[in-house]
């Protein structure tokens, strides 16, 4: 038997291969020409949104015009629910921005509000039988830059006793006179310091708040400017009491030679304002000691 013709019977094994190789070939670009016509539908499905359209971003507390804002299509799939629907311009405009908006970026429902911030908002908040008074006082005596707004204190006042008890000691908590005729009291056993006041009796905390309405460029470059680090150094503090606190202090302001000892208390049940701007903080730190 002619086993040569036996073997040009049998299949060709590089033929059978190449029908293999056509075979995936042509099922790789039915599954791209699947996958680009269905990437091709997505982008016909599109959502119209807002946007920001102001070179240079729009700082907080702005309220929004219609030049600032445009009209920007997105692919539905990157659409979520908080976003601002294009069709909601009219409703959007003189709305307040809560922090700056970088130019080009998408408008979200939880960046504006519908009134701007009150200076000092606090104020508002006020009790009816709580008031405010100015205490100025030495910082570097007092906590340096750990006393901030929010903070707990307790407040001694010294002054000469003019009824000659001089001698005589007792409770410090009740208050004591020392040799030389001086009387020591507790003024305010706990008060809250809601505000400092600069040099300029400016607020201290509304100095930090005007910083943050800046883009992040230049936030960074005026809070390492030597104005912004002296507008920080504190010389009063606002503290919030009740009417008869408030009397006691008037009571003790009148004296002559008087002084007044601060103590912080526990920030256990504080609320200690700058707390809400932590990374602020920080860089504030860490650039006042790098002057120093």
């Not at 119209?48 to 299509?73: F, W």
């Not at 629907?85 to 009219?90: F, G, K």
């Not at 700058?274 to 860089?283: I, N, S």
Request: charged share 30%; hydrophobic share 35%.
């Amino acid at each position: 038997m002619d086993l040569s013709t036996v073997k040009s019977v049998s299949p060709n094994k590089k033929l059978f291969k190449k029908i293999l190789a056509l075979l995936f070939s042509i099922a790789v670009i039915i599954i791209s020409l699947f996958v680009l016509n269905n990437a091709n539908e997505a982008a016909k499905d599109t959502v119209e949104v807002l946007r920001v359209n102001q070179d240079g971003g729009i700082p907080a507390y702005v309220a929004l015009t219609e030049k600032d804002i445009q009209k920007y299509s997105i692919i539905r799939k990157e659409y979520t629910e908080d976003m601002i629907l294009a069709e909601d311009l009219d409703n959007v405009k003189d709305k307040f921005t809560k922090y700056y908006l970088r130019d080009k970026s998408v408008l979200y429902k939880d960046q504006l509000m519908d009134e701007k911030p009150k200076q000092n908002e606090w104020l508002y908040a006020l009790e009816d039988d709580h008031e405010v008074l100015t205490l100025p006082y030495n910082f570097l005596e007092a906590g340096g830059d750990i006393l901030m707004p929010g903070d707990n204190v307790r407040i001694r006042v010294s002054y000469e006793d003019e009824s000659g008890g001089g001698g005589v000691t007792g409770n410090p908590n009740a208050g004591f006179v020392s040799g030389s005729g001086i009387r020591t009291e507790i003024l305010f056993e706990s008060i809250e310091i809601r505000d400092m006041l600069n040099s300029s009796s400016h607020s201290i905390y509304e100095v930090y708040k005007e910083v943050l309405k800046l883009s992040e460029d230049k936030r960074q470059e005026a809070m390492k400017s030597d104005e912004f680090l002296k507008n920080i150094q504190p010389r009063s503090l606002l503290l919030e009491g009740t009417r008869e606190q408030i009397n006691n202090f008037a009571k003790y302001n009148g004296f002559d030679n008087k002084k007044y000892l601060i103590t912080i208390l526990s920030r256990k049940n504080s609320q200690v304002i700058l707390d809400e701007l932590p990374t602020l903080q920080r860089e504030v730190e860490s650039w006042i000691e790098t002057k120093d």
